[in-house]
Structures are given as structure tokens and as C-alpha cells.
């Protein structure tokens, strides 16, 4: 199974506003393990970076000046993503953005059943929590000291680490109860513990079993403690 965790900076919050898409990061996943394998673009949005979303991002100007505009990555990005299922944290802004930008150019539109919001699945999993990424890092105790500011790349990189903590761990697929004959799809061996075919030792000291003695016997005959196994 192959999975793209996607992350992208913007100009500005509304894509309907003028806003657009100044980077894209991605990582790929097979089998919910990174492959090396990434996508990153900086974008020449064809306007001005306000100095709000310069501030959490760092992309100025003088930098996205000589960048290919959206145009000219288009279907490098199309391809890297395929037809995959895209992992994003609130990906209702970012698909909209991705979206907006391929509607300008006449280009079909990522369906949203294609994308998989880590957002939701946090805030579902831990209700009342913070939900951010900066917060589930250091609820599953990920580095994200490097992230002094947001970037696509790097945030898509942190978010796979997220993801994988989220959906139970590196390997949560991995299963110790599945049938090994694998006689069939749906079967699966039921575990239960079996008696030591030897008991441990006892680690009560003759003053404790002394002490429980006494104790029980303040309480009757017929008590349950009392009975042999």
C-alpha cells in the first residue's frame, strides 16, 4: 500500500482571496514505512508574500522570485501523487489549495476521498486534547526541534512520524494472532495463557505466612483464602 504524506506553505489562508501555494512537501510510504523516496517544490506564487505568512514560513520575495511557477511543477506533482491516498494534517486547507491551483490551470481536482486528515484521527483519538502537530510531537515524544519554522518538507517528514504513532505504532499491521497455517483470510488463533507446568516458588517469608495465617483466621472457617488449588 502506497500512501504520500503531504504537507504545503501558502501565501495566505483563502486561495478565492489571491493566496496561493508557495511549497510542497511530500515522503512517500509503502506499507506504511518510509521509502526514502520524497517530492519537494518551492513555488513562485506570482505575488507578494505577506509579511504575516512570511513569518511563519520564512519564503520571501527575493527567495520564490526565481521558483517555476504552479504551472511548470503541475504534473510532476500529479505524477508523484498518483492516484494514492495523500496523508495531511487538516487536509481540507491544503486540498484546497492543491485544488484551486490545478482549477486555474484547467486541471481535474483531487477528490477529498483521496486524502487522509491526521487532524481528525487525533482529535477523535484524544477529544479535548491539542491537536497541532508541534502537540501530538510531544505526545509521542518526536524531535521536532529543527522545526523553528514551518516547512513542507520537513513537516510532512515530522507528520509520518506522527502518523504511524497515530494508526498504533511503525509496524500496526503486525499481528501476533494471525493463524500461521493462514488457512484462511478470516481466522485467526485465540490466545489464551496455560498453567507452569511447574509453579513459581513462593516469595512469602514464614513471617508472612504467619501474619495471613492469623488474618484469616480472625475472619471464620470459611473463608474462601482457606481452600486448596
Keep these: 500500500m502506497r500512501e504520500i504524506v503531504l504537507d504545503t506553505e501558502t501565501t495566505g489562508f483563502e486561495p478565492a482571496e489571491g493566496d496561493r501555494v508557495v511549497e510542497i512537501g511530500a515522503v512517500e510510504l509503502w506499507n506504511?514505512?518510509?521509502?526514502?523516496?520524497?517530492?519537494?517544490?518551492?513555488?513562485?506564487?506570482?505575488?507578494?508574500?505577506?509579511?504575516?505568512?512570511?513569518?511563519?514560513?520564512?519564503?520571501?520575495?527575493?527567495?520564490?522570485?526565481?521558483?517555476?511557477?504552479?504551472?511548470?511543477?503541475?504534473?510532476?506533482?500529479?505524477?508523484?501523487v498518483g492516484t494514492d491516498v495523500m496523508v495531511i494534517h487538516n487536509a481540507a486547507f491544503d486540498m484546497k489549495f492543491l485544488n484551486a491551483e490545478l482549477g486555474w490551470l484547467g486541471r481535474p481536482a483531487l477528490p477529498m476521498s483521496q486524502s487522509?486528515?491526521?487532524l481528525a484521527i487525533a482529535r477523535k483519538r484524544f477529544p479535548g486534547s491539542p491537536a497541532s502537530l508541534d502537540a501530538l510531537?510531544?505526545?509521542?515524544?518526536?524531535?521536532?526541534?529543527?522545526?523553528?519554522?514551518?516547512?513542507?518538507?520537513?513537516?510532512?517528514?515530522?507528520?509520518?512520524?506522527v502518523y504511524l504513532e497515530l494508526i498504533g505504532g511503525k509496524q500496526p499491521d503486525f499481528a501476533l494472532s494471525t493463524n500461521s497455517n493462514n488457512t484462511s483470510s478470516d481466522q485467526t488463533a485465540e490466545w489464551r495463557p496455560s498453567r507452569r507446568p511447574t509453579p513459581l516458588p513462593s516469595r512469602l517469608t514464614e513471617k508472612e505466612n504467619a501474619a495471613h495465617a492469623e488474618f484469616l483466621d480472625k475472619m471464620g472457617g470459611a473463608v474462601l483464602w482457606r481452600s486448596e488449588t
Excluded: W
Excluded at 527575493?62 to 521558483?67: A, V, Y
Excluded at 515524544?141 to 509520518?160: F, Q
Design 116 to 118: 487522509l486528515d491526521t
Design 137 to 161: 510531537c510531544r505526545r509521542f515524544n518526536i524531535d521536532n526541534s529543527s522545526r523553528t519554522l514551518h516547512g513542507a518538507l520537513l513537516d510532512s517528514e515530522i507528520l509520518a512520524e
Design 32 to 80: 506504511h514505512m518510509p521509502t526514502g523516496k520524497t517530492y519537494h517544490q518551492y513555488i513562485n506564487p506570482e505575488r507578494s508574500m505577506p509579511q504575516g505568512a512570511f513569518e511563519v514560513h520564512g519564503l520571501g520575495d527575493d527567495f520564490l522570485r526565481d521558483k517555476p511557477v504552479f504551472r511548470n511543477i503541475a504534473q510532476d506533482f500529479v505524477d508523484f
